[in-house]
């Protein structure tokens, strides 16, 4: 028995089983599909065509059977940061060699991939190769996919499986594109989280879902390319940074090589935005660091018409005159909205008094005429028109429930950054520079995010973004092996604040709640 899948304009036949959804036949297919609770029918995003039926439905929900066809709506032409901020190199490659050699540097993030090819004895940037993570499919972020390696007999043996197949796939990308020989690549650096760092591994992380959350390991590792079939030399050797915790990940030790908090008199903040908001507070006495259980709704999960950061993803938006001005992904029609995007989009809410300081939406007689046309009811609920019907484009709204979820990963984000500030005994005025990761950070209007109270206003004009500073820190490693040194010292400096177990967090969260 078979199914057909249609996946922009390419036909393949997959194999189905007895109780196969059409969800487990795509997952076996190796195609993509947005999917960000893993499939258990949570998100709502693994929409599929179904031809027969002539309807779109979840893919989850529906049991496979022989011969239908099946067309895919996945997003696809993901916006994927790859630049950083310039730092100089000091060149002591992490191998040494005669002749001709190079490495690669990667960003291991959990929604997309970003690989650096790198000459180890000029240190000059060869190519830059970048692809979603194909882990996604599991599951929009790490505790999803967690779940699914608990409920599936080989799930951590899939999730490695899918992430050295996507390796070796980009490092074939950055050899043809630089004209280099894979055997000519005798190492690879690799900043990711830790939950991805375990993956990549093959081991269980499972001991990070539940308190008190202790990883199978932290420290760095000196691993072989054949250990782990990455298609680089045979003799190739592959570093992964350490890591601090469960949810503060070598990714995070990556931006501290950028930043040189450890350096400094003064107070600085690194804030890495994703699927969890990490945040370190440091100086060259003392660093402090938290992950914040902000959820996926940044990266577009968990919000009625979210989406990560694809072609057609609304990234920026405005009300001018009553007017809706947005822009967004790849410049193309819009088809729903992305975490920039969202948060223009309530600092708007907020600066022409469609919702109240709570979150809640205003009644309808406290509201301008135009406003009162800009809305519609989901679920008897208020809910913003971002994108009308009409004139060949989709609906786009953004509910009540959207709103809530974006309250609820600001409130935890900014809660957190409190948290360490208290324990410092420091207020935000000692704060030198807010140092900000991340695609996210990178393409975020900051305005906006002091409007939401995402980034405490009286920050907002100390802010320098650092792009992707996970990937290069592992170019600093790659090229110098002191900065591996460094980032294990680094490691140790930093005490990592638990805040699951921190009443003057909860206060915090519920005060950082409100607008």
Known sequence: MKILIRSHHTDREVPIFPGDTVFDAILRS?????????????????????????????????PAQDGMMIETTSSNGMQILEAS???????NPVVQAEGASFGVALDLGTTTIVGYLLNLQSGKELAIRSMANPQRIYGADVISRIAYTQR??????????????????????????????REEILAMTIAANTVILHTLLGVSA????????EPVFTEAKELTSRSLG???????????????????????????????????????????????????????????????????????????????????AIASFRLQAGERRYETVG??????????????IVAELLTHDFVDSTGAFRQADLLEPWQREM???????????????????????????????????????RAGLLTLLREAQIGCEEIETLYVAGGFGNFVDVQSACKVGLIPPELGTRVIRIGNGSGFGAKLCLLDQEQLVRGTKLKEMIRYIELSSRLDFQDFFMESMLF
């Open 331 to 344: 410049g193309m029609a819009p088809l729903g909205i992305c975490g920039s995007g969202l948060i223009d």
């Open 206 to 213: 499972a001991s990070i879902a539940a308190a008190p959350f």
């Open 152 to 181: 599936e007999a080989k799930g951590v043996e899939k999730l490695q499986e899918v992430l050295i197949a996507a390796l070796n796939q980009l490092i074939m990308e950055l050899c043809q594109a630089a004209s280099v020989e």
């Open 375 to 413: 809305l519609t009811t989901v679920d008897n609920q208020p809910a913003f028109v971002v994108v009308p019907l009409g004139s060949g484009q989709k609906e786009i709204l953004f509910t009540q429930r959207d709103l809530r979820e974006v309250q609820l990963a600001k409130g935890a984000v």
């Open 30 to 62: 190796g195609q993509a599909l947005d999917a960000y609770c893993g499939g258990n029918g949570s998100c709502g995003k693994c929409k599929v065509y179904w031809v027969q039926g002539a309807k779109e439905v979840l893919a989850c929900k529906l």
């Open 230 to 312: 990455l298609g680089i030399s045979k003799q190739g050797k592959v570093f992964l940074l350490p890591s601090v915790s469960g949810y503060v990940g070598a990714d995070i030790i990556g931006g501290l090589l950028v930043c040189d908090l450890e350096q400094r008199e003064g107070y600085s903040l690194l804030l890495d935005i994703g699927t969890n908001g990490e945040i370190v507070l440091g100086n060259r006495h003392q660093m402090l660091a938290c992950s914040t259980a902000a959820g996926p709704a940044f990266e577009g999960a968990n919000i009625s018409s979210g989406l990560a950061g694809v072609r057609g």
């Open 85 to 91: 901020v310039e730092k100089e190199l000091q060149i």
